[in-house]
């Protein structure tokens, strides 16, 4: 399908533009009640499929979760060390080598839907950059996913 090639290539470029990072996009069903998909092209799809499906409540499981339910950017800068999610959210990723995350809102007909993702080998704060990276890649996929969801 086009919109996962789309999607892949700007997950890389975005990798390349963030020395270190992983980049991800997730999407909730229409109905908001799970994550449908996701897709992380330099993490085994073992990723993406321990995050598909997980429920939109509670709004605590994990940060893609917590970003498309309240409709903000959340980050866990040490997911070893965090409180705030589920404990199988936190070995998921720790699994997966991943020590820090920000997920950002994705918007489809004005309502968040999705999530686009940087994540780190590292405890790691976001930065200045990541940030406006992240805003970036975050508008691109909302292009991308309203010509191509509803």
């Given at each position: ?29 229409r ?5 449908e ?69 994705v ?44």
């Open positions: 399908m086009l919109i996962f090639e789309s999607l892949g290539k700007l997950c890389l470029k975005v990798e390349g533009l963030a020395p270190g990072s992983i980049a991800g996009v997730t999407i909730s069903d109905t908001y009640n799970r994550i998909w996701a897709l992380f092209p330099t993490l085994p799809f073992t990723f993406s499929q321990a995050i598909t499906d997980v429920p939109l409540k509670p709004v605590d499981f994990g940060s893609c979760v917590k970003a498309i339910s309240v409709g903000k950017p959340i980050t866990c800068p040490d997911i070893e060390n965090d409180q705030l999610f589920d404990p199988r959210w936190r070995r998921v990723c720790l699994e997966h080598g991943l020590r820090s995350i920000q997920s950002r809102p918007y489809v007909n004005s309502k968040a839907r999705g999530t686009f993702v940087l994540a780190f080998r590292e405890p790691k704060l976001e930065s200045d950059w990541n940030t406006a990276l992240m805003t970036f890649a975050a508008d691109a996929t909302s292009e991308v996913l309203s010509a191509n969801v509803r």
